[in-house]
C-alpha cells in the first residue's frame, strides 16, 4: 500500500508550496510574463513542493522559508530552460527564455547573499552544471539503449541537478553540517523522480528513444531491473535522511514517492 504522509507534514508542506507558488508567479506576471506562462508556473507541482524537502535540515523557520524561496526561483528557472528546449509547452519562446535568465540571475543574487561565502554558491553552480549540461548534451546525442546507459544519463541531469540544490540548501541555510545528507538524499530522491519523469512521458509527451518506458516496453530493460533500482534509490535516501534527526521528515516522503512509482507508474509498462 502506498505510504501517506503524516498530517502535519502534509500541511507545512503545502503551506511551503503554496508561498512558493505566490512568489515564481508574482515574479513572472511582474516581469512581463503572459498570463499563460503565469499560469504556466503555478501548475509545477513538485518543482514548487520539493524546496521544502531540501530545506528539511534547516532549523529556524524564517532562513528556512528565505532559502525555500530563492531555491525555488533557480528551480522554476532550469524548468523554463527545459521547456525551451523541449519546445512542447506552446509557450512564447522569447519569455520563456528571458524569465528564465531573470529568475536565475535572481536566484543567484538571493543565494549569495544567504551563504555565508557567496564563492561556495557560484563555485557548487559552476561546477555541478558543468556536469548537467554536459550530461544533457550527451543524452540527446546518445540515447540510452539499457539500464546503466540510462542510468548514467539520469546521474547527470536527475542527480546531479538536484543534489545541487541540496548542498546549496545546506550552504544557504548555513548548516555545514548538513551538506552530506542533504547532497545524498537529494541525488537519490532526483533519480527517483527522473524515473518516475520518464515512465510519464512515455504516454504524456510520447516520448520514445532513450525512454526508460521505452525500454521497459521494448524488453531492453526488465521490469525488476526498474524495482531494484528504486529499491536501492529508497535506501539511499533513507540512510541520507536518518542520518540527523532534523532529517527525520523525510523518511514518509521518500517512501510515498518510491511507492508511487513502484505500484502506480511501472505496471503501466509490465507487457508480459
Excluded at 508574482?26 to 520539493?50: C, I, K, M, Q, W
Excluded at 557560484?122 to 549540461?133: H, I, K, N, S
Amino acid at each position: 500500500m502506498t505510504t501517506v504522509l503524516p498530517e502535519d507534514y502534509t500541511t507545512s508542506m503545502l503551506a511551503t508550496e503554496s508561498a512558493n507558488r505566490d512568489h515564481v508567479t508574482g515574479f513572472v506576471a511582474d516581469n512581463g510574463g503572459s498570463p499563460e506562462l503565469v499560469a504556466h508556473t503555478a501548475a509545477l507541482r513538485l518543482y514548487l513542493r520539493v524546496p521544502h524537502f531540501l530545506t528539511e535540515w534547516i532549523t529556524d523557520p524564517e532562513l528556512r522559508a528565505r532559502v525555500a524561496r530563492a531555491l525555488v526561483l533557480d528551480i522554476v528557472a532550469m524548468k523554463l530552460l527545459d521547456d525551451l528546449m523541449d519546445d512542447d509547452t506552446g509557450l512564447n519562446r522569447v519569455e520563456l527564455a528571458c524569465l528564465c535568465l531573470h529568475l536565475h540571475l535572481t536566484a543567484v543574487r538571493e543565494m549569495c547573499a544567504l551563504a555565508e561565502d557567496a564563492r561556495d554558491v557560484t563555485d557548487l553552480l559552476e561546477r555541478d552544471f558543468a556536469m548537467v549540461c554536459t550530461g544533457q548534451i550527451r543524452t540527446k546525442s546518445r540515447r540510452a539503449r539499457d539500464l546503466d546507459e540510462w542510468y548514467a544519463h539520469a546521474s547527470t541531469y536527475g542527480a546531479r541537478f538536484l543534489g545541487c540544490y541540496g548542498t546549496l540548501a545546506a550552504l544557504c541555510g548555513r548548516a555545514a553540517e548538513a551538506v552530506g545528507p542533504a547532497r545524498r538524499f537529494a541525488e537519490a530522491f532526483g533519480t527517483i523522480i527522473t524515473i518516475a519523469d520518464d515512465l510519464t512521458d512515455y504516454d504524456r509527451n510520447g516520448e520514445r528513444a532513450g525512454n526508460l518506458g521505452h525500454l521497459i516496453r521494448t524488453g531492453a530493460v526488465p521490469t525488476r531491473e526498474v524495482a531494484a533500482l528504486l529499491e536501492r534509490l529508497r535506501t539511499q535516501a533513507l540512510d541520507a535522511a536518518r542520518e540527523q534527526p532534523v532529517g527525520a521528515g523525510l523518511v514518509h516522503v521518500i517512501d510515498l514517492y518510491t511507492d508511487d512509482v513502484r505500484e502506480r507508474l511501472l505496471p503501466r509498462h509490465v507487457t508480459d
